[in-house]
């Protein structure tokens, strides 16, 4: 069966309510006295020289006493999220700002749509009226999402986006969850930044969208096209008309997507009930030492750095926080 899915695109400042996933390492409430030492072996931290250790050091002292100070300021009432020691915390800021990887392509010059994408969602029977006041596709039964991707080192948050948004979408309307090619997007879709490792691409979810509405084959399998650009380059492996393994190749076809109104409560909230997950662009910058709790961290004129797939929305009574 060839499939016809709307994809959809949104931009907006996030809040999260879930808890980060992490090693043995300490939680938030247990960071009084965590040393580097203890750092490196919780997170398997090696380095290559010592000046290099050294510098590292000196990133994640800086790091742990700003988790330390909004913490103290977050129990005190200040906030309603936890920041937590991570994989990250001794990246610098110009690492950190790469692995988000999105950076608006030049040519759209503002443009919101293309002829391959509409404006608004298709409405499919669920009127705004009948909007459920929460959404949670992460308890979909069956489920509709697959396992949380880690991109390493190359900015390629959107092709990791795309596919799983195109997975969700296909799940969605037929049962079948697939995981599929992230690697297929970073090695075909045109044009790919080579320096990954200096800001990631000009790209964003429609580019891949648009990518495979066009295209003659359907979207690999994981298994059958692997994901190779986990260390920082987005090129590794030619884009290939075919998968290694052709039993690997879905019946997943991409017809177009649609765009989200920018920064609209209301029409997210419709999109994601109506149709399913969203790709969203986000301000990510200080997600980073993000660890638990509603994201309250959102601030004026933010800088759009980051691709993730949006999955819900919900009110936190007790706080009367609202909360994607």
């Given at each position: 069966?060839?499939?016809?899915?709307?994809f959809?695109?949104?931009?907006?400042?996030?809040?999260g309510?879930?808890?980060?996933?992490?090693t043995?390492?300490?939680?938030?409430?247990?960071?009084?006295?965590?040393?580097?030492?203890?750092?490196?072996?919780?997170h398997?931290?090696?380095?290559?020289?010592?000046?290099?250790?050294?510098?590292?050091?000196?990133?994640?002292?800086?790091?742990?006493?700003?988790?330390?100070e909004?913490?103290?300021?977050?129990?005190?009432?200040?906030?309603?999220?936890?920041?937590?020691?991570?994989?990250?915390?001794?990246?610098?800021?110009?690492?950190?700002?790469?692995?988000?990887?999105?950076?608006?392509?030049?040519?759209?010059?503002?443009?919101?749509?293309?002829?391959?994408?509409?404006?608004?969602?298709?409405?499919?029977?669920?009127?705004?009226?009948?909007?459920?006041?929460?959404?949670?596709?992460?308890?979909?039964?069956?489920?509709v999402?697959s396992a949380?991707?880690?991109?390493?080192?190359?900015g390629?948050?959107?092709?990791?986006t795309?596919?799983?948004t195109?997975?969700s979408?296909f799940?969605?309307?037929?049962?079948?969850?697939?995981?599929?090619?992230?690697?297929?997007?970073?090695s075909?879709v045109?044009?790919?930044?080579?320096?990954?490792?200096?800001?990631?691409?000009?790209?964003?979810?429609?580019?891949?969208?648009?990518?495979?509405?066009?295209?003659?084959?359907s979207?690999?399998?994981?298994w059958?096209?692997?994901?190779?650009?986990?260390?920082?380059?987005?090129?590794?492996?030619?884009?290939?008309?075919?998968?290694?393994?052709?039993?690997?190749?879905?019946d997943?076809a991409?017809?177009?997507?649609?765009?989200?109104?920018?920064?609209?409560?209301?029409?997210?909230?419709?999109?994601?009930?109506?149709?399913?997950?969203?790709?969203?662009?986000?301000?990510?910058?200080?997600?980073?030492?993000?660890?638990s709790?509603?994201?309250?961290?959102?601030?004026?004129?933010?800088?759009?750095?980051?691709?993730?797939?949006?999955?819900?929305y919900?009110?936190?009574?007790?706080?009367?926080?609202?909360?994607w």
């Amino acid at each position: 069966m060839r499939f016809a899915p709307l994809f959809l695109v949104a931009a907006l400042c996030v809040g999260g309510s879930s808890a980060a996933t992490s090693t043995g390492a300490p939680k938030w409430d247990q960071l009084d006295g965590y040393t580097f030492e203890r750092y490196t072996a919780d997170h398997g931290k090696q380095y290559a020289t010592p000046a290099e250790s050294g510098r590292r050091s000196k990133v994640f002292k800086r790091r742990l006493a700003a988790i330390l100070e909004h913490n103290h300021n977050a129990a005190a009432g200040g906030s309603s999220y936890k920041m937590g020691v991570n994989h990250l915390t001794d990246r610098t800021d110009a690492e950190l700002r790469g692995l988000n990887g999105y950076a608006p392509d030049p040519a759209d010059k503002n443009k919101e749509t293309s002829a391959d994408q509409k404006q608004q969602p298709a409405a499919n029977g669920v009127t705004k009226a009948a909007l459920p006041a929460a959404l949670d596709y992460r308890l979909n039964q069956p489920a509709v999402l697959s396992a949380v991707k880690n991109q390493g080192s190359c900015g390629d948050c959107w092709a990791v986006t795309s596919t799983a948004t195109i997975e969700s979408h296909f799940a969605l309307l037929t049962g079948n969850l697939y995981v599929l090619s992230i690697q297929q997007l970073v090695s075909c879709v045109p044009p790919f930044s080579k320096d990954a490792q200096g800001g990631g691409t000009p790209l964003w979810p429609r580019a891949a969208f648009d990518y495979l509405a066009k295209a003659k084959e359907s979207i690999s399998e994981e298994w059958g096209y692997p994901y190779l650009s986990y260390y920082g380059d987005p090129l590794r492996g030619e884009c290939k008309k075919q998968p290694n393994n052709t039993l690997a190749t879905t019946d997943v076809a991409v017809t177009g997507s649609v765009v989200v109104p920018t920064n609209s409560a209301e029409d997210t909230i419709e999109a994601l009930a109506n149709k399913g997950p969203l790709a969203v662009v986000v301000d990510a910058s200080a997600w980073p030492a993000y660890e638990s709790g509603i994201f309250d961290g959102c601030k004026g004129n933010i800088t759009l750095d980051h691709v993730v797939q949006l999955v819900g929305y919900g009110t936190d009574e007790a706080l009367g926080k609202n909360y994607w």
